[in-house]
């Protein structure tokens, strides 16, 4: 049967190993199982009437290890339609539909989630979104520079306060609290976005740039709100978001809530207990992409496949290529033409350093954030020679300049290639 005839079903592709099972039945036990649970035994009248919530099998790729691939393991991608009528239209709805008690029932990954229009429509996505992130620091021709506050715990208000003020001088676009700050007597949100700002301000007298700070909206689940709103108030211009801890609903209401007007920024911790595995768990793009841009994420932070915590190239692609795809066939059942969600910020993460921004480039263009915490705090001249070094880097790939030929014009680049390496 044809994918387009699935309309108001959303359909879930399962990577499921087995030696020996046949997977067209494992595939119709899926499919009645997280439905209407049995069907067979049904009396004719009864059937008629669950016909409607029942679930679809679309199709079963059984992949047998033969010829040279025969050392390779036994295996079936199984894509299965699931009627909009069985769930209401929020992400854990479809997620415990999809994969909730599946997920612990044997070798299986969930590997791609598709939407209907119907459900689709419940969702706006990331309220700014890349080109409403670029719109509100004014920069549209180059990718976007973002540091991480390093060291925080145990700091007071003066020591963040330079500590910002030093990233803020070396030229970034962003700037992100640690995902591990949390609210603490010595630098309370509200009282650190008001002491950040003023250290902004100062430097955009400096350097001439805007800069948006995210602040981490951490807390209680259902005091959240009123965090984002103490912040925002404060003057908070972004938000950073620990979305996997709190669940993709918690993102979701919080980028369509009409007083939290400011971009978010999705971390991704926890996603290493869900994505890596070959045999369990949720494929990256979906966990880091589709879910992450459909719950509103304007930006989201990844491993990087170069940095400290690696993510293998292929699945960093298909997260850019589904936070920045504009096509719907990609999210949309069986459909063709434009997505209506803004697109999201890819922002590859963890031990980049400048000396590899021409692979950053090289694979992800210019729409990037490239994103650093020691990388630019551990630069050996300072932390605003450290935000130097990678504007430099930026600049010298757009000039299509090796770095160690740019370098050597430009001192912090030369110190922090001496220090790391540079990867061309
Ligand atoms: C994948 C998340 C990266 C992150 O949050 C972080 O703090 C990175 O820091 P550095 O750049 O590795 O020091």
Same mark, same amino acid.
């Given at each position: 049967?044809?994918?387009?005839?699935?309309?108001?079903?959303?359909?879930?592709?399962?990577?499921?190993?087995?030696?020996?099972?046949?997977?067209?039945?494992?595939?119709?036990?899926?499919?009645?199982?997280?439905?209407?649970?049995?069907?067979? #035994?049904? /009396?004719?009248? @009864?059937?008629?009437?669950?016909?409607?919530? &029942? %679930?679809? =099998?679309?199709?079963?790729?059984?992949? +047998?290890?033969?010829?040279?691939?025969?050392?390779?393991?036994?295996?079936?991608?199984?894509?299965?339609?699931?009627?909009?009528?069985?769930?209401?239209?929020?992400?854990?709805?479809?997620?415990?539909?999809?994969?909730?008690?599946?997920?612990?029932?044997?070798?299986?990954?969930?590997?791609?989630?598709?939407?209907?229009?119907?459900?689709?429509?419940?969702?706006?996505?990331?309220?700014?979104?890349?080109?409403?992130?670029?719109?509100?620091?004014?920069?549209?021709?180059?990718?976007?520079?973002?540091?991480?506050?390093?060291?925080?715990?145990?700091? #007071?208000? /003066?020591?963040? @306060?330079?500590?910002?003020?030093?990233?803020? &001088? %070396?030229? =970034?676009?962003?700037?992100?609290?640690? +995902?591990?700050?949390?609210?603490?007597?010595?630098?309370?949100?509200?009282?650190?976005?008001?002491?950040?700002?003023?250290?902004?301000?100062?430097?955009?007298?400096?350097?001439?740039?805007?800069?948006?700070?995210?602040?981490?909206?951490?807390?209680?689940?259902?005091?959240?709100?009123?965090?984002?709103?103490?912040?925002?108030?404060?003057?908070?211009?972004?938000?950073?978001?620990?979305?996997?801890?709190?669940?993709?609903?918690?993102?979701?209401?919080?980028?369509?809530?009409?007083?939290?007007?400011?971009?978010?920024?999705?971390?991704?911790?926890?996603?290493?207990?869900?994505?890596?595995?070959?045999?369990?768990?949720?494929?990256?793009?979906?966990?880091?992409?589709?879910?992450?841009?459909?719950?509103?994420?304007?930006?989201?932070?990844?491993?990087?496949?170069?940095?400290?915590?690696?993510?293998?190239?292929?699945?960093?692609?298909?997260?850019?290529?589904?936070?920045?795809?504009?096509?719907?066939?990609?999210?949309?059942?069986?459909?063709?033409?434009?997505?209506?969600?803004?697109?999201?910020?890819?922002?590859?993460?963890?031990?980049?350093?400048?000396?590899?921004?021409?692979?950053?480039?090289?694979?992800?263009?210019?729409?990037?954030?490239?994103?650093?915490?020691?990388?630019?705090?551990?630069?050996?001249?300072?932390?605003?020679?450290?935000?130097?070094?990678?504007?430099?880097?930026?600049?010298?790939?757009?000039?299509?300049?090796?770095?160690?030929?740019?370098?050597?014009?430009?001192?912090?680049?030369?110190?922090?290639?001496?220090?790391?390496?540079?990867?061309?």
């Amino acid at each position: 049967m044809s994918v387009t005839t699935y309309s108001s079903y959303c359909t879930a592709t399962y990577r499921l190993y087995d030696e020996k099972a046949d997977f067209h039945k494992k595939a119709q036990g899926i499919a009645v199982g997280l439905t209407v649970g049995s069907w067979t #035994d049904l /009396p004719e009248a @009864r059937k008629a009437e669950m016909e409607k919530h &029942l %679930g679809r =099998v679309v199709a079963v790729d059984v992949h +047998e290890p033969a010829g040279a691939d025969a050392q390779g393991e036994r295996y079936a991608d199984i894509r299965i339609a699931y009627p909009d009528v069985n769930f209401s239209q929020d992400i854990p709805a479809l997620l415990v539909t999809v994969f909730g008690k599946l997920s612990m029932d044997g070798r299986i990954k969930l590997i791609d989630l598709s939407f209907s229009e119907s459900f689709l429509s419940a969702f706006s996505g990331p309220r700014f979104g890349l080109q409403g992130v670029r719109d509100l620091l004014g920069v549209h021709d180059r990718p976007l520079l973002m540091s991480i506050f390093k060291s925080v715990i145990g700091h #007071d208000m /003066p020591a963040l @306060r330079e500590q910002f003020y030093q990233q803020a &001088l %070396g030229g =970034v676009d962003l700037i992100k609290d640690d +995902e591990i700050l949390f609210e603490n007597p010595l630098t309370p949100i509200e009282r650190r976005v008001e002491v950040c700002m003023e250290a902004a301000e100062k430097a955009r007298q400096v350097t001439g740039q805007q800069l948006l700070y995210a602040a981490n909206l951490t807390g209680p689940t259902f005091g959240l709100i009123d965090q984002a709103k103490k912040a925002i108030s404060a003057g908070a211009n972004a938000l950073l978001f620990n979305v996997l801890a709190y669940g993709f609903d918690a993102l979701s209401e919080l980028s369509r809530h009409p007083d939290v007007r400011v971009p978010i920024m999705a971390h991704p911790a926890l996603a290493g207990a869900l994505y890596p595995s070959t045999y369990h768990g949720i494929a990256a793009n979906v966990l880091l992409g589709k879910l992450m841009r459909l719950a509103g994420a304007d930006l989201v932070l990844f491993p990087s496949p170069y940095g400290s915590v690696v993510m293998p190239l292929a699945e960093n692609m298909a997260i850019k290529d589904t936070l920045l795809t504009e096509s719907a066939a990609d999210y949309v059942t069986g459909a063709e033409g434009k997505l209506r969600l803004p697109t999201s910020f890819p922002v590859p993460s963890a031990g980049i350093h400048p000396g590899l921004v021409p692979w950053i480039i090289r694979d992800f263009g210019r729409e990037v954030v490239v994103n650093a915490g020691g990388g630019v705090h551990g630069h050996p001249m300072g932390a605003a020679a450290g935000g130097q070094a990678f504007r430099q880097a930026i600049d010298a790939c757009l000039a299509d300049e090796s770095l160690r030929s740019y370098a050597e014009r430009h001192p912090e680049l030369k110190a922090a290639i001496d220090a790391w390496g540079a990867k061309e």
